[in-house]
Structure formats: C-alpha cells, structure tokens
C-alpha cells in the first residue's frame, strides 16, 4: 500500500543497471539520505550517450514480489519541465487485446490506464503524469520510440541493444510471463503495429520482432510523461 505521506520521492543514479536495492539507502518522509548524507540540488536529464548511462526515479508502486513495491523508472529523455519514463522492468504480462492490434483500441490501454493507474498511483501521483493524447496517460513505447537513439536506444530494429533488454518481477513471471532458460531477459509488448494482425515486441536479446495480440506471456513494461513542475525531489548521484 502507499505511505500516507505525499511527498513523491525520487532516487537519481547514473549508474546502469539499476534496482531499488542498489538505488537507495534509505528515504525519509522529507529527503533521500545517501550514507547519512541529505541529497538536493538535483538536476534530471535524460539519456547521457558520453557514459551510455541513464538517472532513475522512484514513483508510485506495484505488487512486484510478495508486496507493492515502489516503481522504478528509467528517464528517456528530458523536455523543458516534462519528462519521459520508462519502468526499468517488466511490471506485469497480460494479451495486448483478444482481436485488435489498433492500440487506441485495445483492452490493455483501457487495463494500463484504469486498474493499473489505480492500484499504481495515488490521486496525487496521477496528477504529476501527463495526457498523451490518444496514447493515453499510461502507454507501451512504440518501435518508433525503441529505435530512438536520443533515448539510448540503437536505430536498428534487428540490433540486440542491451539497453532495450527488461527482466521481469517475480509477480510478472508468477502471472505467466514467458522464462528465457539462462537469462533473467524476456519479451515485452510495444505499441505499433506492424501489420494488420500483430504487434511489435522486444525480444530477450533487445531485438524488434512481432507477436500475436491475444499472447498472454509477454511482459507490460509501462512508459508515461510526467511534469517535473510538480514534484518535491530528492536524491544522490
């Protein structure tokens, strides 16, 4: 469940991969505290292509084991007080939709941006994210968007791009979602289409490939914008 506090805390690092355990030391109902240290003065930015290495942010949380759990997010890319965030790992597997691959129209846009958003957000958090019109407030990235090499993405669908790579939660794997035998790597939905019948999907190795919408063993890993405007931050390097 949520604190009751409503402060939104967010925990930076540059350091890549990244978990709440290798995040955090521990956080305060006013800051973030690094080795007993308070940390401020926080500048977010998105992909840094000199150190192929990205910040991270903390908001909201999801039953990911026994328990919620905050959210980790990665930051694609910054945009005057916007930014865009990626969760750093697979969060939950469902079928994009049973007939459709039109994103507008599928069951998983109305599951991201009803239950999801619900059960992952207070009201207050709600309110810091961002409509993306027609993609909605809570979305999958779309190839497009995966190819983009700004946000640390490599350009070539057939490209095995570590960066593209997500394992899943152990609530994700316990709902289904598909094990790569010897690797903590598995496959996530994205949002476009790339004929009338399928979908695109990252696969375990970060390539671009297709699925089958109804597949209910492929991993949702969420994206959003979020208005940075909005939120008290704190954190450390």
């Known amino acids: 469940p949520h604190s009751d506090t409503d402060s939104i805390f967010f925990i930076l690092t540059k350091s890549s991969p990244c978990s709440p355990k290798t995040c955090i030391i521990f956080v305060s109902n006013a800051s973030v505290v690094q080795n007993g240290i ?17 910040q991270y ?20 890319t910054v945009d005057g007080n916007y930014a865009l965030l990626l969760s750093e790992v697979i969060l939950d597997t469902r079928p994009f939709d049973a007939v459709t691959n039109d994103w507008n129209k599928s069951s998983l846009k109305q599951w991201l941006n009803s239950s999801f958003m ?10 810091v994210i961002l409509s993306n019109g027609d993609v ?6 779309s190839s497009a968007e995966l190819t983009e090499p700004s946000y640390g993405f490599s350009s070539d669908i057939n490209s095995k791009d570590a960066n593209r790579r997500a394992a899943g939660s152990m609530l994700a794997y316990n709902n289904n979602l598909w094990r790569v035998e010897d690797s903590s790597y598995t496959n996530y939905y994205a949002r476009s289409k790339p004929n009338g019948k399928n979908v695109d999907l990252v696969t375990s190795k970060g390539e671009i490939k297709i699925a089958r919408v109804e597949r209910d063993n492929v991993g949702i890993r969420p994206a959003m914008w979020v208005d940075l405007s909005k939120l008290s931050l704190s954190g450390g390097d």
């Open 136 to 141: 909605g407030k809570v979305f999958l990235l």
């Open 118 to 127: 619900n059960e992952a957000f207070r009201e207050s958090e709600q309110d």
């Open 38 to 54: 308070q940390m401020s003065n926080i500048k977010i930015s998105g992909y840094d292509a000199n150190a192929n290495s990205y």
């Open 57 to 76: 942010m903390l908001f909201g949380s999801y039953m990911q084991s026994r328990d919620d759990q905050p959210i980790l997010w990665r930051v694609l």
